[in-house]
């Protein structure tokens, strides 16, 4: 709040007869004392009259959502979004209408928990106008109004109430707020894909997404969005592992979730559109624990490395330890964190001065040998692995 740049920004707005405050999640984590990563600014005065204000100040401006009222300010690297203040005019479950205004107090009506709508001036005064600062000591996550007019504004508010509540909720949910959850929890049908998951995602790698999950399930809403993740206890000891081993990852979170199988990690990845990159992950661990069982040989472990890769192998072994299946994690984390990947000694090369063409039939050879090298633990050398290739030549 007292960078030179910000300070700058601030003045140049109120130049302008304009008031800006810092809102939503950078004065929640101020409060909180956590890491602030985006800054995000509201303003009383229109989007237009702001990027006048900035560009006369020397501040490049980018129209980010100028049609919703918002643009960002560069300065340095930094980029800080400034939004008029909006009372919503009409919505219908999925987007809403809006009209700008100066009134600080029904720009912080239309946002949806009170934790999220605590204000902050350049001098660091708050502006709290439905009690978010106390909500947020005691650990509570409540609707600002009717949490059912609330929802019916946008459907979406469903997902980010339980992501909320696994960030900063403590204790017993807010009853209203589980009532009108759980009656709209149909209409979450109306949602995109993407927008389901991006909520998912970020509630998975809260530090403890159980109790938030637990209550999805509990009261039916995963039903609507994603019935087949129930392993509850499976996600609980992860949780508990990861805290020793490694960072929160959403694709392993959900992982342990789902019954293990290839079949089900492609038709959630599908229903939730997930990237290549995230499908392709969830389906390696819908089939890897079930191929690691028996990792206690460090060589078909070692196997599998070169197949999978570090990451995949680390991922698999927690789920196996969530799963209660592993004998000794410990161990074998230390196997896969000192191995080094070997490299495979033929190339196609080598079977070309061997008298033969570039040919399906040289991939087969060379795979067949990879596969044989594989299984003696990497040991053989290049001129063993030819004398393999001279069998298969020979007929053998």
Known sequence: MNTAELQTLFKALAA????????????????????VDDIDLAVNLPPEKVTSLLTAAGIKVVPTGIEHGTVTAVMGHQGYEIT???????????????DFTDDWKADAARRDFTINAIYADAKGRLYDYFNGREDLTRGRVRFIGNPEERLIED??????????????????????????????????????????????????????????????????????????????????????????????????????LLVWGEAVAKKVAERLRLSNRETTKLQILGKLPARLQGYSDPI?????????????????LLLLAADEV?????????????????????????????????????????????????????QPTKGECLTEVEKYLSGY
């Open 16 to 35: 302008g007869g304009g008031e800006a405050r810092f809102v939503g999640g950078v004065v929640r984590d101020a409060l909180l004392g956590n890491q």
């Open 155 to 256: 459907v979406l508010r469903i997902l980010r109430y339980f992501r909320f509540y696994a960030a900063f909720g403590h204790g017993e949910a807010d009853s209203k707020a589980m009532k009108a959850c759980q009656k709209l929890a149909p209409l979450l049908s109306q949602l995109s894909a993407e927008r389901v998951w991006k909520e998912i995602n970020k509630m998975l790698i809260s530090s403890n997404p159980l109790p938030a999950w637990k209550l999805m399930h509990d009261k039916k809403i995963l039903t609507h969005i994603l019935p087949e993740a129930a392993h509850l206890n499976r996600l609980s000891r992860l949780v508990e592992l990861e805290q020793k081993h490694t960072r929160p990852d959403a694709i392993r979170r959900l992982a342990s």
């Open 300 to 316: 078909p472990l070692r196997g599998l490395l070169y197949e999978f890769g570090k990451e995949n192998i680390r991922d698999a």
């Open 84 to 98: 008029t203040l909006r009372r919503d005019v009409e919505t219908d479950g999925r987007h809403a209408k809006v």
């Open 326 to 378: 592993v004998n000794n994690l410990d161990e074998a984390l230390r196997i896969v964190d000192a191995w080094e990947k070997p490299v495979f000694p033929l190339q196609g090369t080598d079977l070309m001065r061997l008298g033969l063409k570039e040919s399906p039939r040289m991939g087969e050879i060379l795979r067949s040998v990879e596969t044989w090298w594989k299984q003696k633990d990497f």
